[in-house]
């Protein structure tokens, strides 16, 4: 399993603090793709289905 701080997570991707700490903690109101894929470009093995699971 891969670790990463959020600060990490916000210097790697250019996103503030805020925003990555919002999609940590499952508080999106709004999800962008474009985030999402800044997420998965920086972290090893990961896609989209790591992110994001459906519920009905």
Known sequence: MFYITRNELCRMTGMGYSQVQ???DNKVTRIDLSVLERICTVL????LNDLIKLTR
């Open 44 to 47: 090893p093995n990961c896609n």
């Open 22 to 24: 919002r999609y940590c």
